[in-house]
């Protein structure tokens, strides 16, 4: 297969310009594939990939939640620790105006709209972590304080295991 180019995103223009250190990955995307996929044409544990969730609280405030791949976010604990009275998923259409980017290649950094980050804690006990670089099947990776300097986030203990479906 022939080298593919990395994209150049607002992300990826961000990372560049911070000089942060980073490896550019690309994958065959899958509609709905999600974190599995990416783990899988990777060949690295789902704990490592880092999902952007892109979310709103009861006075539809955006934020952003960086969790592991193989779990999901408590909401209700979530609202608990940011002080509001609940927190939900956005619409993609609202995400993609906050963030400028595609749902499935949500990045955290260099979003259209400043929103606050908050970060699984656990993520920063992990040697290395894998996130979207802006674009559906581009990840890049990183040392998880990489991410925390570029994104200045607050750590929150909101993850729980992903529940088996069907």
């Known amino acids: 297969m022939a080298k593919e180019k990395t ?8 990372l560049k310009q911070s000089k942060a250190e980073f ?7 899958e509609e709905r594939g999600g974190t599995t996929v990416s783990a899988r044409e990777l060949g690295v544990d789902e704990h490592q990939i880092i999902k952007t969730l892109v979310m709103e609280d009861d ?6 939640v960086l969790m592991h791949g193989d ?7 979530l609202a608990r620790r940011v002080e509001v009275k609940s927190i939900t998923p956005c619409n993609p259409d609202i995400a993609m105006k906050h963030t400028g980017y595609q ?13 606050p980050v908050y970060m699984e ?10 996130i979207n670089g802006g674009k559906r099947g581009f990840l890049v990776s990183m040392t998880p ?10 750590l929150v203990e909101v993850g729980i295991k992903k529940s088996l479906k069907g």
């Not at 006075?59 to 952003?64: A, T, V």
């Open 7 to 14: 994209p150049v995103t607002a992300a990826i223009r961000l």
């Open 23 to 29: 490896t550019p990955h690309l994958y065959n995307y």
């Open 59 to 64: 006075q539809r405030k955006p934020l952003i």
């Open 71 to 77: 779990q999901e976010v408590s909401t209700k604990e």
């Open 103 to 115: 749902v499935g290649g949500t990045s955290p950094f260099a979003t259209r709209k400043i929103m």
């Open 121 to 130: 804690e656990t993520i920063t006990t992990l040697p290395r972590i894998y």
């Open 145 to 154: 304080q990489c991410a925390i300097d570029l994104l200045q986030p607050t």
